[in-house]
Nanobody, 124 residues
């Protein structure tokens, strides 16, 4: 059982930046693909960015060029750097993990473990 704890959310003005962190309880996340998802108010949860265990990444179109996902396996932590934030980025952001033995494969769905989420609010 992997426990994930997100942090770094908060209130920021449009155009600002935030860095989210996701700390995993597992001894090592090196065999896990990781992802960030978000759920805007009144909407379905959507994919933000994912990263394979080997570091390959995928971004949803609206996040490309603004968000960066990265991982530090030594710290069992995944990050989401968010720049040029917009009011429409307001959402609860969730971290997710999926065990994998394919280091170059990232996953858009099928995650097994989820964090509790962290609120990001972008004011206009």
């Amino acid at each position: 059982q992997v426990q994930l704890v997100e942090s770094g959310g908060g209130l920021v003005q449009a155009g600002g930046s935030l860095r989210l962190s996701c700390a995993a309880s597992e001894r090592t996340i090196s065999n896990y693909a990781m992802g960030w998802f978000r759920q805007p108010p009144g909407k379905e949860r959507e994919l933000v960015a994912v990263i394979s265990s080997g570091g390959s990444t995928y971004y949803a179109d609206s996040m490309k060029g603004r968000f960066t996902i990265s991982r530090d396996n030594a710290k069992n932590t995944v990050y989401l750097q968010m720049n040029s934030l917009k009011p429409e980025d307001t959402a609860v952001y969730y971290c997710a993990a999926r065990r994998t033995y394919l280091p170059s494969t990232y996953y858009l769905n099928g995650y097994d473990y989820w964090g509790q989420g962290t609120q990001v609010t972008v004011s206009s």
